[in-house]
């Protein structure tokens, strides 16, 4: 059974910094594309980035040049570090992955940008 929990969400100033992280299971980690996305209130889901088994990544254009993804396949984990974050970063940030038509989400993790 496939699971993804996210963690490290929690309050930032602007500028500041947060490292999210998603622990997986039930599934062989190290074969599948990850993805984080991101829902603020009132908002659709968007994708903000995403890394292939091999380790290439994309990003969503508002988080190029400030977050990075990355993968630890030892581990099972997947994780976003988020720099100088802004107030509009502002939402409930999912871990993904897919199989086929599947999807799979975690439960997600608030992340909340104010001064």
């Known amino acids: 059974q496939v699971q993804l929990v996210e963690s490290g969400g929690g309050l930032a100033q602007p500028g500041g910094s947060l490292r999210l992280s998603c622990a997986a299971s039930?599934?062989?980690?190290?074969?599948?594309?990850m993805r984080w996305y991101r829902q603020a209130p009132g908002k659709q889901r968007e994708l903000v980035a995403g890394?292939?088994?091999?380790?290439?990544?994309n990003y969503e254009d508002s988080a190029k040049g400030r977050f990075t993804i990355s993968r630890d396949n030892a581990k099972k984990t997947v994780y976003l570090q988020m720099n100088s974050l802004k107030p509009e970063d502002t939402a409930v940030y999912y871990c993904n992955t897919f199989s086929g038509p599947f999807n799979y989400w975690g439960q997600g993790t608030q992340v909340f940008v104010s001064s």
């Open positions: 039930g599934f062989t980690f190290s074969s599948y594309f």
């Open positions: 890394i292939t088994s091999g380790g290439s990544t």
